[in-house]
T-cell receptor, first 110, second 114 residues
C-alpha cells in the first residue's frame, strides 16, 4: 500500500516532445512537492503545493507546469523537452517536518 | 540564502568500520536539521532529525548532534553494515505549515564492502 506513488517509473522521449508525470499520495497530507535530482544526485526543489494552491516555485522554466486537481494529486507536465531535463523527478508530501518521497521517475531525453 | 554543505563522496568502508559523514549548514534563525537516506532505485527516507541546538537524533545505530556553535550536524555510526550502502543527504528546514521547505546537501555515496 504505497504512500506516495508516481508514474511512470521510466520515461524515454525525444527532444521537443511534451510529457507528464503523475503523483498521488494516500497519506492525507496537505502539502506536496516536486524535486529534481540530477546525475550527480543533487536534489533541488521545484514546486510545492498546499491544498491545491501553489506555494513555492523555485525559478523553474515555464515549460514545467504543475497541476493539482485535488490535495492528493500533484502532476507535472513538461513542454518542449530539452536534453538538460534528463534527471530523476521525485514527488513528495509532508507532515510534521517529515517528507515522504515517491520512488522517482527517471526521465531520459534523447 | 540557506545552504547545506556535506563531505564529498564516495566513501568506501569495510563492514564494521566507523562512519562519519560531515555536514555543516548556513541559515538564519533556527532551522531543523535532518539526515535522509536513499537506497538504490528508491526515493529518500527520513533517517533522523533534530529540531534544536544540542538535540541528538538517532535511528538504526546512526546518530547526529545539532551543534549550533559549529553549525554542524555530522552523521556517525559505530559499525556499518553492507546494507547501509546508500546515498546520505543532510538537510535543513525553514518555514512551517504550507511554507515548509527542505534544502538538501549534495549527498554522499557510502559503499560498505563485506
Amino acid at each position: 500500500d504505497t504512500a506516495v506513488s508516481q508514474t511512470p517509473k521510466y520515461l524515454v522521449t525525444q527532444m521537443g516532445n511534451d510529457k507528464s508525470i503523475k503523483c498521488e499520495q494516500n497519506l492525507g497530507h496537505d502539502t506536496m512537492y516536486w524535486y529534481k535530482q540530477d546525475s550527480k544526485k543533487f536534489l533541488k526543489i521545484m514546486f510545492s503545493y498546499n491544498n491545491k494552491e501553489l506555494i513555492i516555485n523555485e525559478t523553474v522554466p515555464n515549460r514545467f507546469s504543475p497541476k493539482s486537481p485535488d490535495k492528493a494529486h500533484l502532476n507535472l507536465h513538461i513542454n518542449s523537452l530539452e536534453l538538460g531535463d534528463s534527471a530523476v523527478y521525485f514527488c513528495a508530501s509532508s507532515q510534521n517536518e517529515k517528507l515522504f518521497f515517491g520512488s522517482g521517475t527517471q526521465l531520459s531525453v534523447l | 540564502g540557506d545552504s547545506v554543505t556535506q563531505m564529498e563522496g564516495p566513501v568506501t568502508l569495510s563492514e564494521e568500520a566507523f562512519l562519519t559523514i560531515n555536514c555543516t549548514y548556513t541559515a538564519t534563525g533556527y532551522p531543523s536539521l535532518f539526515w535522509y537516506v536513499q537506497y538504490p532505485g528508491e526515493g529518500l527516507q527520513l533517517l533522523l532529525k533534530a529540531t534544536k541546538a544540542d538535540d541528538k537524533g538517532s535511528n538504526k545505530g546512526f546518530e547526529a548532534t545539532y551543534r549550533k556553535e559549529t553549525t554542524s550536524f555530522h552523521l556517525e555510526k559505530g559499525s556499518v553494515q553492507v546494507s547501509d550502502s546508500a546515498v546520505y543527504f543532510c538537510a535543513l528546514s525553514k518555514g512551517g505549515g504550507s511554507n515548509y521547505k527542505l534544502t538538501f546537501g549534495k549527498g554522499t555515496l557510502l559503499t560498505v564492502n563485506p
